[in-house]
């Protein structure tokens, strides 16, 4: 039988520096709502598998490993997963942007996040499980329209609206933790705001646990082409209200909560972990001329970002030392009849989506982790390179010399092998 423990831990950070997501030099002056670590263990027999959710941009690889040695005695390094909110309203943590995480707060989340994972494995208590999906309607497409490059409110383009949740109780049937699952951008508010918050994960997460009681975790699917559909009086995307804010939250917490409240939750076998490296390799490099262009731009954003960028990749490719590939990992995580798998950047819905229906033959159900373990840039299909637009173009705010080349296919490839392994 499944043994289940869960815990949570505070990352809020002092207000002062820029937040980390939207472009602007504006320093943050105030918390909105806490930023927060949960962990939950899910353990049987001598299987043990941990997942930790955070209030943060993202994390590289390196931070993940970080964690997992901190609790190699209690969990082996591939069984533990590490997943980001991606909120655009928390402190820098990515070297990415412009931006240079602070190592003292990078300590905390690590410290953090081992520590509550530390306290979920210790406080195991017998576990039923209940799986069910809704939906919430906050959420859309933004990829450009034929014929344009910019973000719009694209309501033809694919969404997927489902609000999946997997609900464990206890000891007694008492609620003990409710993951939930939902592709969607957490831009509902602008960091540029200088406002600290978790966005609608993090209020969707204190409704469900002021209603159920139980502890929340949020997971986020593939969200790289969605975000939510919070309008300007000129019709285009606008940085929401406290109001929209709270009700984009709401609206997605109160549907888990009636979802898992209908859940007759059992018994369940099956705890397991599997890891493996990859490495998804370049394209072209942006051409010179442009590249030259963007090193002597004397704008702020020119010279605080673009500007070293451009230098930067300019120089590598005069030293031929430009990397062909970049290196990071993807992640199964098996627990009864649920199966997690993670995707280490900012992949867009298609992929989650064909990544589904690759593997429909073998998971009752499956969920497409983004955001996980490792923040390695936008993840884009083939189709929309040729299309253009922001996501396929945005790999210098990355840090990163050239756009990805074949990386859909890797994905459902390695997907595939974990799976089927």
Not at 257 to 280: K, Y
Request: net charge negative; glycine share 10%.
């Amino acid at each position: 039988m499944i043994q289940s423990g869960v815990a949570n831990g505070d990352i809020t950070p002092e207000p002062g520096p820029v937040l980390q997501g939207h472009w602007n030099t504006n320093p943050s002056h105030s918390v909105l709502y806490p930023l927060e670590v949960r962990a939950v263990i899910f353990a049987e027999e001598n299987a043990q598998i941990a997942i930790a959710t955070l209030d943060v941009i993202g994390i590289t690889k390196v931070i993940t490993d970080r964690i997992r040695a901190q609790v190699a005695n209690i969990i082996p390094g591939d069984s533990v997963m590490v997943a980001c909110s991606h909120t655009h309203c928390a402190l820098p943590t990515l070297p990415c942007l412009g931006m240079t995480p602070d190592p003292e707060y990078m300590d905390r989340i690590v410290e953090t996040t081992a520590a509550c994972i530390a306290e979920a494995a210790a406080n195991l208590q017998p576990a039923t499980l209940g799986l069910g999906c809704g939906s919430a309607h906050f959420n859309i497409n933004r990829r450009p329209l034929p014929g344009a490059s910019s973000m719009t409110l694209n309501y033809g383009g694919i969404v997927d609206r489902r609000v999946r949740v997997l609900h464990v109780t206890g000891e007694n049937s008492a609620p003990l933790a409710t993951l939930f699952h939902y592709a969607c951008h957490p831009t509902t508010l602008s960091g540029a705001n200088g406002i600290i918050s978790p966005d609608y994960p993090g209020i969707a997460r204190t409704r469900i646990e002021q209603t159920l009681g139980s502890k929340a975790l949020f997971l986020p699917g593939c969200f790289g082409n969605i975000r939510p559909a919070i309008l300007s009086e000129t019709g285009g995307f606008a940085s929401a209200t406290r109001e929209q804010l709270d009700a984009c939250g709401h609206e997605l917490g109160d549907e888990v909560c009636r979802v898992a409240t209908g859940l007759n939750t059992r018994s369940a076998e099956g705890i397991s972990a599997r890891r493996t490296d990859i490495a998804i390799p370049y394209g072209d490099l942006m051409p010179e001329e442009e590249m030259k262009k963007m090193a002597t731009d004397e704008s702020e954003r020119g010279q605080f970002f673009t500007g070293p960028w451009a230098r930067q990749v300019l120089e590598m490719a005069a030293s031929d030392t430009v990397p062909s590939e970049k290196p990071t990992e993807m992640q199964l995580m098996q627990v009864g009849p649920l199966s997690l798998i993670t995707i280490p950047g900012e992949p867009v819905l298609e992929i989650g989506h064909a990544m589904e229906k690759r593997l429909q033959d073998i998971s009752a159900d499956l969920w497409p982790v983004g955001y996980a373990n490792d923040e390695v840039g936008y993840l884009c299909t083939e189709r929309q390179y040729e299309e253009g637009g922001y996501e396929p173009n945005a790999y210098p705010y990355y840090g990163e010399p050239a756009p990805y080349r074949g990386e859909e296919e890797i994905i459902l490839q390695t997907a595939d092998a974990l799976a089927r392994n």
